[in-house]
């Protein structure tokens, strides 16, 4: 089992994504529902979006050698293996929240790139000095908009899902750790 001073990784492995996912909800929610700080934000998400799985298999590493150090391999107690099982699905949610992001970012700025393009005024977080192309008609407005809503719903729901399972993997977590142990 891997230590730090002694003490086991994993007590120290699960701060991260106590911390990094919910900031990574909050900065996801944000993204999506107010459109005017999407160019400053988006880089904080598009950052997290690749930190927060890491983390979260670095806890889930550090807990399963945590587990085997005490239990013996594939002798773990039912909570933590739920523990384990709630980590395992919230890596999956954060992997599968990647792709998805970053398709809606990257239409995100076809959309603000169409509306320079259109001459329409630049909103009010675009940087000063930048050309816009000359004036046009944007073909896919429509299916851009509606693909955007799309993802926009896939993303929120991604997120939700991440934050109920970091919810749940912490409570399981602490109540391993901290509800009064009986001998009987």
Do not use: C
């Amino acid at each position: 089992m891997s230590t730090i001073l002694d003490l086991p990784i994993h007590p120290l492995a699960v701060h991260a994504p106590v911390i990094l996912v919910p900031l990574l909800v909050l900065f996801g929610l944000i993204y999506l529902f107010v459109p005017p700080l999407r160019r400053r934000i988006g880089w904080v998400v598009a950052a997290l979006t690749f930190i927060a799985p890491a983390v979260v298999y670095g806890a889930i590493w550090s807990g399963e050698q945590l587990a085997d150090f005490s239990y013996g391999a594939g002798n773990w107690p039912a909570n933590v293996s739920e523990h384990h099982d709630y980590g395992w699905r919230l890596l999956w949610i954060l992997v599968g929240l990647i792709p998805v992001w970053w398709l809606f970012a990257a239409l995100e700025r076809g959309r603000r790139t169409a509306a320079a393009r259109n001459g329409e005024p630049a909103p009010a977080d675009e940087e000063e000095g930048e050309a816009a192309p000359p004036p046009g008609e944007d073909p896919a407005a429509s299916g851009r908009r509606i693909f955007m809503l799309v993802l926009g719903l896939i993303v929120f729901a991604l997120l939700g899902l991440a934050a109920w399972m970091v919810v749940m993997s912490g409570d399981t977590g602490s109540t391993m750790v901290w509800e009064p142990k009986v001998d009987l």
